[in-house]
């Protein structure tokens, strides 16, 4: 049998020639079942077959591969990218799947490549896994684009399926600044969003003196001060202004009406709350989106990684990842992979073949000892 090392080769050589299936030539783009991702499926397919996997497409474009019978561990990631994204971001977790399959471990396993994580395309993220959990994909320019993929549409969890496990890149800079391959995630972080309004009176910037100003963008700028300064004395959190439109916007007019966006997030949902209580206070706000945190089942996996020999780093996701949505039907585990840089959806994105090694290595363990729940 392969090394993990040779093994781990031949999934950046995977990762990398998948990169090159794309929506624009020079870049790396693969959007929600654009043409390319026909080639990427030929691809899979191919190295899963030769895996010994039995594979299908199923009806929103998840590839997937079933090796053995039986209740079976579904291990997973997403085929799509974001815009001018780099290789490893979502395809990493599917190759290391195959890998992990090729050793033929003692439990029966699926592989599935989620057609859509990133909602570049229509806006919706996670519609390949949100499809896979029986959530029904309410717009339609999205039920069109299936249907002109040549898919029906539908696509089921199969009760067999008893647990998750997602690898992917951390995406951040913890890990490398720790110097540590991999990391365990315990949850994936709750986050919300919201928009926030500041109003002053738009007049003239020329004759208006200063003290008789009620400028909005300055009392927003005070605000964005005090996001930065509250999230910093909240252990986890993490607060972001992203968006700023300014009224009416034009140099010689001091700012009438600033409208401001918040993503607010944190592991724990009270502390998340209370912080955007806190922060909100005083302003104009209404919220857009709401997503609690999803605790995943760690402890295998912290054992698989021991058992391995490597050290045991617990950590939160800050990102959303499939393993949120299948963690509303079983229980999922999730291994994060060292981000060279903290670098991610960009070119320069990479991942070292030591840490996909490490991960294979964990990967096995866990196999070794998986019990369907
Ligand atoms: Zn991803």
């Not at 200063?210 to 004395?233: F, K, P, S, Y």
């Amino acid at each position: 049998m392969a090394s993990f090392l040779q093994q781990a080769r031949e999934v950046v050589r995977r990762c990398r020639r998948l990169a090159r299936c794309t929506e624009e030539p020079g870049r790396i783009t693969r959007t929600f079942l654009s043409p390319p991702m026909h080639e990427v499926h030929s691809l899979v397919r191919g190295w899963m077959e030769e895996a010994g996997m039995r594979v299908g497409v199923d009806g929103v474009g998840n590839i997937r591969g079933v090796y053995g019978e039986g209740p079976r561990l579904m291990i997973g990631s997403h085929l799509d990218t974001v815009p001018n994204a780099g290789a490893f971001d979502g395809i990493l977790g599917v190759m290391i799947g195959i890998a992990l399959v090729a050793r033929r471990p003692p439990c029966a396993v699926e592989v599935v490549g989620f057609s859509e994580e990133e909602g570049v395309r229509f806006g919706v993220p996670f519609i390949g896994s949100r499809a896979l959990v029986g959530r029904p994909l309410k717009a339609l320019a999205v039920r069109e684009a299936i249907r002109a993929f040549g898919l029906a549409g539908k696509a089921t969890l199969p009760r067999d399926v008893k647990g998750y496990l997602e690898f992917h890149i951390e995406q951040g800079p913890v890990l490398d600044s720790k110097n540590l391959p991999l990391g365990v995630v315990e949850s994936i972080v709750g986050q919300a969003r919201y928009d926030v309004r500041f109003e002053g009176s738009g007049n003239h910037a020329g004759t208006t003196p200063m003290n008789m100003r009620r400028d909005a963008l300055v009392e927003a700028a005070q605000w964005i001060g005090l996001v930065q300064q509250t999230a910093r004395t909240i252990p986890g959190l993490v607060a972001t202004v992203g968006k700023l439109r300014v009224e009416p916007g034009a140099a010689n007019v001091i700012p009438g009406l600033v409208h401001a966006t918040l993503d607010i997030r944190h592991a724990d949902d009270a502390i998340r709350d209370r912080a955007a209580q806190q922060i909100l206070k005083g302003t104009q706000w209404e919220e857009r989106s709401k997503q609690d945190a999803v605790p995943t089942h760690s402890g295998a996996l912290a054992a698989a990684v021991k058992a391995a020999g490597y050290r045991v780093h617990r950590m939160v996701s800050g990102a959303g990842h499939d393993a949120m949505i299948l963690a509303e039907k079983v229980p999922a585990a999730m291994l994060f992979l060292r981000s060279p840089g903290g670098i991610s959806h960009h070119p320069d994105e990479a991942v070292r073949v030591e840490d996909v090694a490490a991960a294979l290595a964990v990967g096995a363990r866990y196999l070794d000892t998986w019990r369907p729940a």
